[in-house]
């Protein structure tokens, strides 16, 4: 026994008693002449249930099932043994310490969040589960466990680094062509902090990938960079130097208020109030990452963010065990020098290639940073972009200055209420006006001397905005940006206010209250039009319909009576599949009246009648009024738009689509700006990128959805502002004062990984401290490289003239370019597809116009990840750093269950309970292994001629690595590791139970098999265990798994699937009949049934016509459920009189078999059985005999029903079906 296996007295106990490790889970078994005890088959029961429900909680199963069942068979135990399951006594302290020593003492568990025990079970289901198992079969105490799985990580890691296992360089065959590479990469995370668990969720992804890709054959590529472009740093920094100036240094942050007793119980919630405060502290945010309290302060400047975060990145990947070429990693910005000149080149490239513009343009805007705001500079608000509104100016009347009125000191200036409406065509219906009551207003002036009524906040919006008056551009403010109030207000001074409208209907309008106006969007004044917009329609009512409510804000009846609903829009939908038809010239009173909405509170019904109207009145409507009526609204509107403008009516205002708020903390507005634009969108570029993400031999979008967004995101995305005026990064080269934004310079720098290391070489991020392991001679200077030398390296220039750089090295640089590249595979998060992911196709169709065989050939998206269920979030304290994830679970543990965690763009979810378990699962796996290759050598196994089950149980694990490959090919590693590693291993576990209770041996070729192959398919997942068992314990020292080669799969028997599938079904189904027998039965009477009774062959008959077969070769479903249903009542039943008898029968009988076919497929519909029950059932009499009732050994009879002769109960005779055998049990 291996010295690491006693390194505590509770696991020695354990492993003495041979069965959490050692021999209780060797493929060997020890046969016996006498049978097996009661006890000793009880306790192998329990065991194994012990086992199952780990596995099952690995894979986030429900174990509550699993875990009744073990109760009973503990239970059954006491009644056998007179004694209750659990752990041998203890020994007495100190028994079996060394003469002349203490006993070493128990050690100390570490704490790990929740009060769970690190590797081990935790929270209220870790508890259930860990006190449900058996005692000596259970964990070890303290951190055993963990602490082996992390000296196995530390040593193999040590080797990896020592042979350079995942440098990646280009390699080819005998006759000078390239072996097949694979080059997957990952968007480098941004350095303002440290890697999560968030982070390491969608890395794990290419991670997974790039070491199957290795076991697939291919030559692989993994390069990683670190992101510190643009503002988020500078900001950070920026708002620690504010701290430190407001609070000290160190800082004295006020003391946070206590709050208020919860009435239900006292419990105080003030913590956690606190903490989600003093989390939006930059001091608190640092020192949460583990910093000392002594080094915050140098993080004021933003060059320590530089130094400080990649150097910790690269610690916790490698911690972390990623398969990463480190020669090739590089931080960003003009700091590094090699870097900053590949930029540059990239960018004179897009501008030589017209993708480049200057000129003013919308874009959303920070006022204190006094630059326009992208995603990536953004602390709220990523992927919002400018909305257009046309602003509609309502005429105040004579009467609105009247000497008294908030408005008169105005008299004589032109003033306008202000209302932004998206839906210019429809002022034809305008009744009145609305403000919120409560609501702060100001009178805004403006340069043309107009006086524009709205809240502050759409005035500083304004105010950063301008409009063309011929080919100039001209501002609305006096001085851009600074808007101008000559008096506040409320908007309880306004009610009342006539008002005169564009296109309106009334020579007066009157302004009304609405409580549910926000001042956060649009101008805070709304214009009313009741016959297409549900809120007005509503709202209206609510005042004509209430004196009171009138009275009460100073209205009078003139002001509101006359103004009844006017027709505009006729909008006419056409049926389509459920939805009914409608047409309404006042679409919004009908819909208000359908969904009999009475009320301004009633959101959910107003929000639905508002999409009923708003779409359908674009789509469908057409216009009733104006010079283009007749037309559809889709195009009068603009028309309508411009006229207003035209006329002096309206104008037009910018506004982001939501809150966006900049990392410095302020809400942002839409400006227009001088600014340098990248052309996206542009009709012939974004049709090259287009048919590229559409073409299947040219791109894998692995999804069906993902393609869609990429699609849609190909539809709007347009002119993007590449540059600011100041943050980190790399200067515009022809334009100094600007610099590159973080989006902009992130597009093709995977091509940059192709030489890198050429360039930089290990351990220099920054591009400052030279490779020491280059030669002088053979390093290249950031100045050398200039157009030409990027040029001949990725465009296949011509030599670069006057280049000082060796014409040899200059040829290695192209080369590694031309060997990695395309790129094969980049892996995101789904946030990305809407800026990063679809520029970096438009950056390499233009960088790359002439050689599309070089454009990305594949991405794959994921969706975010919670924690416990739970979003992950500092602030709340449900937060898990990737090293934390590490020192909890080790990195194997946290890559597999971050495997289980999910694949699809919907959010997944990490559980700390699969984490435990995997922890747990893999410290067992290893004795498994270890044991499994000493029974070899020791040559305990079976050898010889295969057994039927022996042979299904081979089939069975090619039929589970073809699945395995073909998930992975996928990139679905859940579904994935399902197969080859959960149910391989419930494999493994049925057949080591299988041949204990049949008293043989397991064979060899069985047992040799599996240790291999389940090594190799968990690899790509757990590279640390499987390194280990590959070359420490299956012989294969010095050889990386990682190289081993996936396991071939011979082609799986379909019948052989079928028979396995049908033993281990009927042992399921003929427990679950014995588990319901109180009498103690002897004696096992199980019936076979190779055909269906006529009624059910029709059946069967009846639904193989209802298979609808999947495109390619195999696979096929029936219709859903109710279809099915359907189908047969309509079809089957109703002709035939006969079987309408037994509806109900047939209505459950094909349920079930609609059940089957869903692991079987087509086969499960077969009328006739394409193997002998009996015949596998034979050969198993002796495990049916040990296995139906626990702790009781049977006495099994096996008759076929076609003997006319077999004895029995004539009602259990006609309960068997084809491949579902029935039993009788008698004393």
Not at 127 to 137: I, K, Q, T
Request: with cysteine; net charge neutral; proline share 6%.
């Amino acid at each position: 026994m291996s010295e690491w296996l006693c390194e505590t007295e509770e696991l020695s106990v354990a492993l003495n008693c041979g069965v959490a490790i050692g021999s209780g889970y060797s493929l060997a078994t020890t046969a016996t002449t006498s049978g097996t005890s009661p006890k000793d088959e009880l306790t192998l029961q329990i065991n194994a249930a012990g086992d199952s429900i780990r596995e099952m909680k690995s894979m986030g199963e429900d174990v509550k099932a699993k875990v009744a069942e073990l109760q009973a068979l503990k239970v059954s135990y006491k009644e056998a043994t007179g004694e209750d399951f659990g752990p041998p006594p203890k020994k007495p302290k100190g028994e079996g310490a060394p003469a002349g020593k203490a006993p070493k003492p128990a050690k100390a568990a570490k704490a790990s969040g929740g009060g769970k025990t690190s590797g081990e079970g935790g929270g209220a289901k870790g508890a259930a589960a860990a006190e449900a198992l058996p005692a000596v079969a259970a964990a070890p105490k303290g951190t055993a466990r963990l602490d082996r799985l992390r000296l196995i990580e530390k040593e193999v890691q040590a080797k990896w680094e020592a042979q350079g296992t995942f440098k990646g360089n280009p390699a080819f065959n005998a006759d000078g062509s390239p072996k097949p590479k694979f080059m997957v990469t990952f968007p480098y995370p941004y350095m303002n902090g440290r890697l999560h668990l968030g982070h390491a969720f969608s890395l794990t992804k290419a991670e997974f990938c790039a070491n199957y890709k290795r076991l697939k054959g291919f030559n692989v590529l993994f390069p990683f960079g670190f992101h510190c472009t643009g503002m988020p740093i500078q900001a950070a920094a920026n708002k620690l130097k504010a701290e430190m100036v407001k609070f000290g240094n160190p800082p004295q942050f006020p003391p946070e208020e206590e709050e208020e007793q919860k009435a239900d119980g006292g419990k105080k919630v003030a913590a956690k109030i606190a903490a989600k405060k003093t989390s939006t502290y930059q001091w608190t945010t640092l020192e949460k990452m583990n910093i000392p309290s002594s080094e915050v302060a140098a993080f004021a400047d933003p060059m320590k963010w530089l130094n400080f975060f990649p150097d910790w990145g690269v610690k916790d990947l490698k911690l972390f065990g990623t398969s990463i070429d480190w020669r090739r990693s590089f931080i960003t910005t003009a700091v590094n020098p090699y870097y900053n000149a590949f930029v540059e080149w990239q960018f004179r490239q897009l501008k030589s290639n017209d993708n480049i513009v200057f000129g003013k343009r919308p874009g959303v805007y920070s006022p204190l940073d006094g630059q326009v705001c992208a995603d990536h500079d953004r602390a709220e608000g990523e992927g919002l972009a400018p909305q257009e509104y046309t602003l509609i100016k309502l005429a105040v009347q004579e009467a609105g200055f009247e000497a008294g009125k908030k408005l008169a000191p105005l008299k004589g200036r032109k003033v306008f209420l202000a209302p932004a409406t998206l839906r210019p065509e429809t002022m034809y219906g305008q009744t009145n006006c609305f403000v919120l009551p409560e609501g702060d207003y100001g009178c805004f002036e403006w340069a043309n001397g107009e006086v524009l009524v709205m809240s502050l906040r759409s005035a500083v919006g304004l105010a950063h905005q301008s409009y063309r008056s011929g080919d100039v551009s001209v501002d609305h403010a006096a001085t851009w940006g600074k808007p101008v109030c000559l008096l506040e207000l409320k908007g309880s001074d306004l009610l009342g206010l006539p008002l005169s409208g564009p296109r309106a209907p009334y020579k007066a309008l009157y302004v009304y209250p609405l409580m549910s106006i926000s001042m956060g969007k649009g101008t805070g004044v709304v214009t009313s039009v009741p016959s297409d917009a549900p809120d007005d329609f509503v709202a209206l009512a609510e005042l004509k319909n209430k004196p009171e409510y009138r009275k009460k804000f100073g209205l009078t009846d003139e002001m509101v009576m006359p103004f009844d609903v006017v027709p505009i829009i006729n909008i006419t939908v056409p049926a389509s599949g459920d939805e009914a038809g409608w047409s309404s010239d006042m679409a919004a009173a009908l819909w208000c009246e359908k969904l009999k909405i009475t009320s301004t509170k009633d959101r959910k019904n107003l929000d639905e009648a508002k999409h009923k109207t708003y779409n359908t009145g674009f789509s469908f409507g057409r216009m009733l009024v104006g010079p283009y009526k007749g037309e559809k609204v889709s195009l009068a509107k603009p028309k309508e738009k411009q006229d207003m403008i035209d006329q002096g009516d309206a104008l037009v205002y910018f506004e982001p689509e939501g809150f966006v708020k900049s990392r410095t903390g302020e809400e942002c507005v839409v400006a227009m700006t001088d600014q340098w634009y990248l052309k996206y969108g542009s009709e012939a570029w974004r049709a090259s990128v287009q048919e590229h993400v559409n073409d299947p031999a040219k791109f894998t979008p692995y999804s069906q959805e993902i393609l869609d967004k990429f699609n849609s995101t190909l539809g709007w995305l347009s002119e993007w502002a590449c540059s600011r005026l100041f943050g980190l990064g790399t200067q515009l080269p022809w334009d100094k004062k600007w610099v590159i934004e973080s989006l902009s310079d992130s597009t093709i720098y995977m091509a940059y990984y192709t030489i890198a290391h050429e360039l930089q070489g290990e351990g220099n991020l920054d591009g400052l401290h030279p490779d020491k392991n280059q030669a002088p001679g053979e390093r290249i200077a950031p100045e050398q490289l200039n157009d030409d030398v990027f040029n001949f390296i990725f465009l296949r220039g011509p030599s670069p003239p006057g280049s000082t750089i060796p014409t040899a090295k200059l040829e290695k640089l192209r080369a590694e370019f031309e060997y990695w590249y395309p790129m094969d595979l980049r892996v995101s998060g789904k946030d990305l597809i809407g800026n990063h992911l679809t520029m970096a196709l438009y950056n390499h169709a233009s960088i790359w116009k002439d050689r599309p065989e070089l454009w990305p050939r594949g991405y794959y998206t994921n969706g975010h990840v919670n924690l416990n269920n739970e979003k992950m979030a500092k602030s709340t304290g449900n937060f898990l750093m990737l090293e934390e994830a590490i020192e909890k679970f080790s990195a194997d543990a946290t890559r597999l269950a971050l495997g289980f965690a999910g694949d699809t763009l919907e959010s997944a979810n990490f559980e700390t309970d699969t984490a435990n378990a995997s922890t747990s699962v893999l410290f067992i796996e290893e004795g498994n292994v270890k044991q499994g290759v000493e029974d070899l050598k020791n040559g305990k196994l079976r050898k010889g001629e295969l057994l039927k089950t022996d042979a299904m149980v081979l089939n069975e694990m090619n039929r589970l690595i073809t699945e395995t490959s073909e998930c992975f090919e996928r990139m679905c590693w859940r579904d994935g590791l399902n197969a080859g590693s959960a149910q391989y291993r419930n494999l493994r576990d049925f057949y080591r139970e299988w041949c204990t209770r049949m008293e043989v041996e397991a064979h060899e070729s069985v047992a040799s098999r599996y240790l291999e192959t389940s090594v190799l398919l968990i690899a790509p997942v757990c590279p640390h265990f499987a390194e280990k068992m590959w070359q420490d314990y299956l012989g294969h020292a010095g050889s990386s798994v990682l190289s081993a080669g996936w396991p071939t799969a011979e082609p799986v028997d379909a019948k052989a699937s079928r028979e396995l599938r049908f033993l281990q079904k009927t042992v399921k189904n003929l427990r679950a009949v014995a588990g319901k027998d109180k009498k103690k039965p002897s004696v096992a009477t199980i019936f076979i049934a190779d055909s269906y009774s006529p009624w059910k062959v029709k059946t069967l008959q009846f639904m193989q016509t209802l298979w609808q077969a999947a495109s390619g070769a195999g696979g096929g479903t029936l219709p859903d459920k109710k279809q099915l249903m359907a189908d047969i009542d309509s079809g089957l039943l109703a002709t035939d009189p006969e079987l309408k008898k037994l509806k109900k029968g047939v209505m459950q009988f094909a349920a079930f078999m609609a059940e089957e076919s869903e692991g079987l497929g087509l086969a499960a519909l077969d009328t006739q059985l394409p193997f002998d029950q009996l015949e596998v059932l034979a050969e198993s009499k002796e495990y049916l005999s040990k296995h139906l009732i626990p702790g009781n050994t049977l006495t099994v009879h096996l008759y076929n029903l076609s003997d006319p002769n077999a004895p029995g109960d004539q009602k259990k005779k006609d309960a068997a079906e084809p491949g579902k055998p029935s039993m009788a049990l008698s004393a």
